[in-house]
């Protein structure tokens, strides 16, 4: 069974920017989360969608948003990008019908540098 | 709110001893399930073990154990007869009933020398 993909693996963009980050999961699972990973702050939640709703979000401002596509497959947007978004961001996916004992599978992370 | 730390920031140890990484987790929800990830140079997250907040029994897989005591809040992580390609950040991590979001720990560091 295929696990989670995530492209592009890298990314350099400029102040200013925006960039758009995607993610596929595992066949089956219908629920994608996004996780920024930092030095500084280490892994913080971004958002969870699940059958094309965001269901959970954590605290990051409106610049990051996402989407998710009726295959499951999902999107993260980071507009008018700062040097401090520079991270890896790994997405996960998991079954989560009903958000109780549920284990999210990680991609490869794609890792965003902002100059 | 929920809390996850890992006090300890890097361990180093040398080939076939034993090690354990520490756990211990804050949370005022009854139910909640715990995690072990490993992250390698690569920087995927490699899922471990998950454990249920009502399953207090401890686990064992090959060489790795865990500890899971809800007295002390703690779920550690032993590596028994260490070996260089457990060299990995290991995460622990924390989610509540009802909500999708994984809480982490900041990682320990493990470094084993052949």
């Known amino acids: 069974k295929a696990g989670v993909t995530q492209t592009p693996r890298y990314l350099i963009k400029t102040r200013g920017q925006q960039v758009t980050l995607s993610c596929s999961p595992i066949s089956g699972h219908r629920s994608v989360s996004w996780y920024q990973q930092t030095p500084g702050q280490g892994l913080q939640f971004l958002f969870e969608?699940?059958?094309?709703?965001?269901?959970n979000k954590g605290n990051f401002p409106g610049r990051f948003s996402g989407r998710q596509f009726s295959n499951s497959r999902s999107e993260m947007n980071v507009s008018t990008l700062e040097l401090g978004d520079s991270a890896l961001y790994l997405c996960?996916?998991?079954?989560?019908?009903?958000?109780?004992?549920?284990?999210?599978?990680f991609g490869p992370g794609t890792r965003l540098t902002v100059l | 709110a929920q809390k996850v730390t890992q006090a300890q920031t890097e361990i180093s140890v040398v080939e076939k001893e034993d090690v354990t990484l520490d756990c211990v987790y804050e949370t005022r929800d009854t139910t909640y399930y715990l995690f072990w990830y490993k992250q390698p140079p690569s920087g995927e997250l490699v899922f471990l073990i998950r454990r249920n907040s009502f399953d207090e029994q401890n686990e064992i897989s090959g060489r790795y154990s865990w500890n899971f005591q809800k007295s002390t809040s703690s779920f550690n992580f032993t590596i028994t007869a260490s070996q260089v390609v457990d060299s990995a950040v290991y995460f622990c991590?924390?989610?509540?009933?009802?909500?999708?979001?994984?809480?982490f720990g900041q990682g320990t560091r493990l470094t084993i020398n052949p």
């Open positions: 969608y699940f059958s094309e709703t965001q269901r």
């Open positions: 996960a996916s998991s079954r989560s019908t009903n958000l109780g004992p549920d284990t999210q599978y």
């Open positions: 991590a924390l989610k509540i009933q009802g909500a999708q979001k994984l809480v």
